[in-house]
């Protein structure tokens, strides 16, 4: 089902280490009335939103994983090209790294800055948790990206992706293009299995394939989200499976060496659903010339929004849009599919 726009879903949390005093108030000034103030307008009226007006100056401390993959790539250039649209930003960006060790290192030294804001993408969101909560305790609120942390007092905002919601997506497209084929087969090409977000979108995948009885899903294969793991993992399931219908792919940089393996293979009787958001599938669904025919989004412009989110905290303003007067405590992104139909709106968030 084609997106016109990119969406977004807004769930709430209680308890977090700021923003629940000023909620609380916010809600006592909307409830209070009496006969002398009947006509006065509501509190939320005046609220501040986040706009691209120049306000209060706001240094944005910026850690994340190393750049060793497309998609974590695009996430360090989307943060970097949001926080140059403001003229009241400043981004203290630190070396990426894997290492958890290293990128606790890091943020403290961003909290010794004494950053306004600290935007955290953690290598390890369980071993990052401490370094989280430490940030908050010094007053330093804290967005934290797609990785989560243990506990939601280690951050202000949670804002990412919706890895179960990929599989639902991917799922109920090709479920929609294959309801009326008798005994249909599928087949899935994951990611690493030892990371649960792979999990999750493979139950999201299961769950969508639920609402048509009509299809069975064949065989399942994980590879290790890169190149040369797609190629040969692919190149394993095509041996294995003379003929099935439909193929999703949990990554779209895996899926380059998986579209090789197809290609050599000479098989072009079954289409393909990808995942992420790389500017080479977007290409090749455009082309219209290889059996991939989708993608499933899990976009890193979140990077720029979480840039968005911690100028507006810094800046003591909301969202526009929403009457509270705080941004939201956890914001996940939603799994758009592209495809034929709609890729060139989407083609200038490709990552490489």
Known sequence: ????????????????????????????????TSNDTKDEKPAADSRPAADDKPGKHVTIGFAGPQ?????????????????????????????????TAAQIGQIETLINKKVDVLVVLPADGKALTQVGLK??????????????????????????????????????????KLKDKQDAKVIELAGLDNLELTKQRTQGFDAALKNYPNIKKVARQAADFTVESGQAKMAQLLQAQSKFDALWNHDDDQGVGALRAIKQAGRDDFLMVGGAGALSAFQAIDADNSVLK????????????????????GQGKGIGGLAEFEIPASLTLYSAVVDKDNVGQYMSTGFR
């Open 1 to 32: 089902m084609p997106e016109s726009k990119r969406s977004t879903s807004f769930t709430s949390r209680r308890g977090l280490l700021f923003g629940t005093a000023a909620a609380s108030a916010g809600a006592l000034l909307a409830g209070c």
């Open 67 to 99: 750049s060793d993959h497309g998609w974590l790539n695009a996430i360090n250039d989307n943060a970097k090209s949001r926080a140059k649209k403001y003229s009241d930003v400043t981004l203290e960006i630190t070396e990426g790294s894997n290492d």
């Open 135 to 176: 940030a908050m305790r010094a007053g330093i609120p804290v967005v934290n990206l797609d990785r989560i942390f243990n506990t939601p007092q280690a951050y202000r905002c949670w804002i990412g992706g919706d890895n179960y919601g990929m599989g639902l997506s991917a799922g109920h497209y090709i479920g929609e």
């Open 294 to 313: 989708a993608t499933v989004l899990y976009p890193p412009t979140m990077a720029a929004s979480a840039i968005d989110l911690a100028r507006a905290l």
